[in-house]
């Protein structure tokens, strides 16, 4: 099948290779004899240099050359090249009809008949002008950059390879690190750091970070050249190619030593002030103590010596005087108690603990302590995440926050006790920087009454701090109440306004261990006579004797020892039956703890019961009782130590 004719069909090659050449508009694309003079030209040569073919053909193609390439032979060179080597190629200005310059790309073919002699060039120029001023631009670009970074001697900014090695050094780093560009570019980053950061592995961290995540940002201590140090501000960047591959970091250092070294005069001023501070609280609670004592001290000595009075006359009630005495002693151990909780020394046994339980089986109990005329609320929350503390401690805290309530409360109103959840961001614990953030259940008792004025509420939780009349409050409530929370890892914190109230929120951290659950002894105490052996040691022989006769009242059989020596003694004896082992804590050399371990490699089986006065000792670290670990904090009543030693002899192995 034959194909339509076509207009071109009746014109000639060379017509139509014409045609081709004159539709590029482009390019100027034209010919040249062997003396670099103008044969043809076309519409891309007029559009570009402004000549028409009349204006330039027969004219030297030298024309469109600057007069300082002219002076310098290139037209010349440019036709020698293509004659020897076949073409040549290259870039530059050239110069329009009306004198304006643009930059082009040169292409000149040498044209050879069929027996190889030289008839001619063909020559292609294009128009690249915008090219090349946005290539310019990028150079200028590049050049202002690296003034600017030439002229900054402040910070130390640097390139390094992927690997870590120094590629380009500015002033400022020579400044502050002391290396010239020729020492240092080539080596290795980690030139700069302390030999402890290296062993732990910080350059090689800072790197992988700034891969990753694109930026490591820190501070610490770095070497100069000769080897001192300072305290440095450290960015890196990471730098990508077009493909996302890294090509290498960016490093900015700055020289903070003098912000560091201001910021730990301040540290040391701030800690002065805190001495200074704690000092006269210290006197402050060493008065209330000493007054607060030595009323009790008076009840009881008191006390004693009309018991001693009546004793010698036949038939006298000696009951009061002993009465009044116990009560002056407990009341004395009450305030020793609330004194470890402030100072949290008191000893904790932490347990998991559902918070909503707690609170609503708490509820009616506080009713009945309040009265009728508090309506006493519990809240909880759905979901509610479960705390680690000392449930009975966690109790006082809240009757003591509850009674306070009371008091603010004469006329009668309304005691809420609610917990929640509550996540504490980095923005919150900036405004409590004793708080780190995490998870917490805070519990919380508000109150309708008074409120507190604010120079109140900024001392409410010192200890023996109290608005109460004389007599009325010893002002260790609040401050006990607090030393428990901090104790358990937690802060407590007072919201109040006059008339509207109080709210004292006491944040606990959030549990997230496995639940440990306790055998409870379902059966009652052993009624009758017992024929368990306790072994009682204590180096205050006083205290031992009455110890070995309460237990002796309770139909226990005794054996006393002064000291752990003395006791290893007995236990060493084969013949020796020991049921149980009652040991002070804080005695002349070997202390109850390490007696406790090595009773229990003589005697595997023994259940050991601690005693102690002070609760910073070998069984307490941290505020917490060592796992396995059975203690009565003195002074102890006949009633808890017959409790707790039937507890101890009744668990189950």
């Not at 001697?153 to 390139?159: L, R």
């Not at 540290?267 to 704690?278: D, M, N, P, R, T």
């Not at 009951?319 to 009341?331: F, I, L, P, S, T």
């Not at 609330?338 to 000893?347: D, G, I, V």
Request: charged share 25%.
């Amino acid at each position: 099948m034959q194909s339509p004719k076509s207009k071109l069909d009746g014109i000639g090659d060379a017509a139509r290779l014409q045609l081709l050449i004159d539709a590029i508009i482009d390019y100027a694309i034209y010919m040249i004899d062997v003396d670099g003079t103008v044969r043809s030209w076309n519409s891309g040569a007029q559009r570009l240099k402004g000549y028409s073919p009349d204006e330039i053909i027969g004219k030297s193609f030298a024309s469109f050359y600057t007069p300082e390439d002219r002076a310098k032979g290139l037209p010349e060179r440019a036709l020698r090249v293509a004659t020897q080597a076949g073409r040549f190629s290259a870039e530059g200005w050239r110069v329009r009809k009306d004198g304006g310059r643009f930059w082009a790309s040169v292409i000149v073919d040498a044209i050879r008949n069929e027996g190889g002699e030289l008839i001619g060039f063909a020559k292609v120029t294009r128009d690249i002008t915008e090219r090349q001023q946005a290539h310019e631009e990028l150079l200028n670009s590049e050049r202002r950059y690296r003034q600017l970074i030439e002229a900054v001697v402040d910070y130390a900014i640097f390139q390094l390879d992927p690997l870590g090695n120094v590629t380009t050094w500015n002033p400022g780093a020579e400044r502050i690190k002391g290396y010239t560009p020729p020492e240092i570019i080539g080596r290795h980053f980690s030139a700069f750091y302390t030999p402890e950061d290296i062993e732990l592995g910080v350059p090689t961290r800072a790197l992988s970070e700034a891969a990753v995540q694109g930026r490591f940002e820190a501070e610490g201590w770095r070497l100069r050249k000769d080897g001192s140090r300072f305290w440095a501000s450290v960015i890196i960047d990471r730098i990508m190619d077009e493909t996302g591959g890294i090509v290498g970091f960016a490093k900015v250092t700055r020289d903070v030593t003098d912000r560091k070294r201001a910021e730990h005069e301040l540290k040391h001023v701030q800690e002065q002030l805190a001495a200074s501070q704690k000092l006269e609280a210290v006197g402050q609670l060493s008065g209330g103590i000493a007054h607060d004592f030595n009323n009790l001290l008076m009840i009881v000595l008191g006390n004693l010596e009309t018991a001693e009075r009546h004793a010698m006359v036949p038939g006298a009630n000696l009951n009061r005087a002993v009465a009044n005495a116990k009560r002056g002693a407990q009341r004395a151990a009450a305030l020793t108690s609330r004194l470890l909780a402030f100072s949290r020394r008191q000893a904790l046994d932490p347990k998991p603990i559902n918070v909503n339980n707690y609170i609503n089986s708490l509820q009616e109990f506080l009713q009945r302590t309040l009265g009728e005329r508090i309506e006493v609320q519990a809240v909880g929350s759905a979901g509610l995440w479960e705390i680690e503390a000392d449930a009975n401690h966690l109790e006082s805290a809240i009757v003591n926050l509850a009674i306070n309530a009371r008091d603010a409360m004469p006329d009668g109103g309304k005691l809420t006790l609610e917990a929640a959840n509550i996540a504490a961001d980095e923005d919150y614990c900036r405004l409590n920087p004793e708080l780190a953030p995490g998870h917490y259940v805070a519990i919380c008792v508000t109150d309708t009454g008074g409120g507190m004025w604010r120079d109140v509420l900024s001392h409410a939780f010192e200890p023996f701090f109290t608005t109460k009349e004389p007599g009325h409050g010893t002002g260790l409530g609040l401050s006990q109440v607090y030393g428990f929370v901090k104790q358990s890892g937690g802060h407590a914190k007072i919201y109040s306004e006059v008339g509207q109230g109080t709210t004292i929120k006491m944040y606990f951290p959030r549990f997230s261990g496995s639940a440990r659950h306790e055998e409870v002894a379902s059966e009652e105490l052993a009624e009758g006579e017992l024929f368990e052996t306790i072994l009682v040691v204590e180096d205050d022989d006083d205290l031992r004797s009455y110890i070995s006769d309460v237990l002796r009242e309770l139909n226990y059989r005794v054996l006393s020892a002064r000291s752990a020596q003395a006791a290893l003694t007995i236990l060493l004896q084969d013949d020796s039956k020991v049921d149980l082992l009652l040991t002070d804590v804080v005695m002349p050399g070997i202390n109850g703890r390490e007696l406790g371990r090595r009773a229990h490699q003589i005697r595997p089986g023994l259940k050991i019961l601690y005693m102690t006065g002070y609760s910073r000792n070998a069984v307490v670290h941290q505020g917490r009782l060592d796992e396995g670990v059975n203690l009565l904090e003195k002074p102890i009543s006949q009633a808890k130590l017959a409790l707790r030693v039937r507890e101890i002899l009744d668990q189950i192995e």
